[in-house]
Antibody, heavy 120, light 109 residues
Framework: EVQVLESGGGLVQPGGSLRLSCAASRFSFSNYAMSWVRQAPGKGLEWVSSFSGSVSNTYYADSVKGRFTISRDNSRNTLYLQMNSLRAEDTAVYYC?????????????WGQGTTVTVSS | NFMLTQPHSVSESPGKTVTISCTRSSGSIASGYVQWYQQRPGSAPTTVIYENNQRRSGVPDRFSGSIDSSSNSASLTISGLKTEDEADYYCQSYDGNVVFGGGTKVTVL
């Protein structure tokens, strides 16, 4: 079964940093776009960032541009999200999602999410 | 960038049909594939429809998707409603950046 599994969430102070990881299994990871999507408590889904498959195209929501960096290690089948200068409004469950193809940013398979809490 | 607008909530009785709309604010609805995701309380989202009208494997054929260029909108229709369909539903598309609709809560009365 195709799976993605997030890790790395936790409690961090405002202005701090955190790196999320997403381990992928049972599909050809390098050939698929991957995305991060978050959901603040009681709110809807918010797209955060995407990374294309095979070519190094990255995209960011305006709310995180300049603070977050998406990357992938195809040799480890892992997607990352480096989050710097964290704010209270970044508090959310962060989901990793597999894209439908190399340049297709529709989401196909979702992880269970990892919780990030930004608070002093 | 464009927005996707969904109704906040819809409700219907078991066995009936509901349709959720997703209206694109600018640009053509046909210029980017539309996906639909289901999120039950306390769970991660799952994909129901991709590429406007394709059901993901394992999704019952009670779920169908479509787009309408005249209203610049996409729709998710759930027929033969079951209590297990009670969830939040999100539409999503992309055109450079990825955009989600605000979500629609479906209540099965």
């Amino acid at each position: 079964e195709v799976q993605v599994l997030e890790s790395g969430g936790g409690l961090v102070q405002p202005g701090g940093s955190l790196r999320l990881s997403c381990a992928a299994s049972r599909f050809s990871f390098s050939n698929y776009a991957m995305s991060w999507v978050r959901q603040a408590p009681g709110k809807g889904l918010e797209w955060v960032s995407s990374f294309s498959g095979s070519v190094s195209n990255t995209y960011y929501a305006d709310s995180v541009k300049g603070r977050f960096t998406i990357s992938r290690d195809n040799s480890r089948n892992t997607l990352y999200l480096q989050m710097n200068s964290l704010r209270a409004e970044d508090t959310a469950v962060y989901y990793c999602a597999k894209g439908l193809s190399r340049l297709h940013y529709g989401m196909d398979v979702w992880g269970q999410g990892t919780t990030v809490t930004v608070s002093s | 960038n464009f927005m996707l607008t969904q109704p906040h909530s819809v409700s219907e009785s078991p066995g009936k049909t509901v349709t959720i709309s997703c209206t694109r604010s600018s640009g053509s609805i046909a210029s980017g594939y539309v996906q639909w995701y289901q999120q039950r309380p306390g769970s991660a989202p799952t994909t129901v429809i991709y590429e406007n009208n394709q059901r993901r494997s394992g999704v019952p054929d009670r779920f169908s998707g479509s787009i309408d260029s005249s209203s610049n909108s996409a729709s998710l229709t759930i027929s033969g409603l079951k209590t297990e369909d009670e969830a939040d539903y999100y539409c999503q598309s992309y055109d450079g950046n990825v955009v989600f609709g605000g979500g629609t809560k479906v209540t099965v009365l």
